[in-house]
């Protein structure tokens, strides 16, 4: 019997540490997006879920240092925001954690979608901002919980949930 070359009999492994990741990371991001969402709100269990899965990969990947580089780059970045004013603490955990699942190889894809995506959402809501306030967007009869809430933040002062666009950018770095 022939010996399998060691890139080859390796590719079932590198296939798995690449994808899963991305099999768990995709519905811990997807709940922290509905949240986000519907409440503001990026549950502290997804964040640290997220940072456990990344630290994971990057150990199966060997790759550690350069991860935690990155996270902590993204941490600090995220907190300097959320000190400003301009992202909730939420936002910062979660960049954190985004940035501890894509690491370095991931880094450049992951900042630009985010920053495009959240570019592309913020310009959406404050487009909305002025038809709302002025009466000319009525909501239909029974809209969801979630609708009526966005609606009246609208109205209000319009917060953007930026957990979309790192969750994009969390998902194209990797």
Do not use: Q
């Amino acid at each position: 019997m022939a010996m399998l070359p060691l890139s080859v009999a390796a590719l079932p492994l590198a296939c798995a540490v690449s994808v899963l990741p991305l099999l768990c990371a995709a519905p811990v991001l997807m709940a922290a997006c509905v949240s986000d969402v519907r409440r503001r709100i990026i549950p502290d269990w997804s964040v640290l879920a997220l940072a456990a899965i990344g630290i994971g990969a990057a150990v199966l990947g060997g790759s550690l240092a350069a991860h935690l580089a990155v996270g902590g780059l993204c941490l600090l970045t995220g907190g300097l925001l959320a000190i400003s004013g301009l992202w909730g603490w939420g936002d910062a955990k979660l960049l954190g954690a985004s940035g501890l699942l894509v690491g370095l190889d991931g880094l450049v894809p992951f900042a630009n979608v985010m920053v495009l995506t959240g570019a592309g959402l913020a310009l959406l809501l404050i487009s909305l901002r002025r038809p709302v306030r002025a009466g000319r967007l009525p909501l239909p009869p029974g809209a969801p919980r979630w609708l009526v809430a966005e609606h009246r933040r609208l109205r209000a002062a319009p917060s953007v949930p930026y957990g979309l666009a790192i969750a994009a950018g969390t998902l194209a770095g990797m």
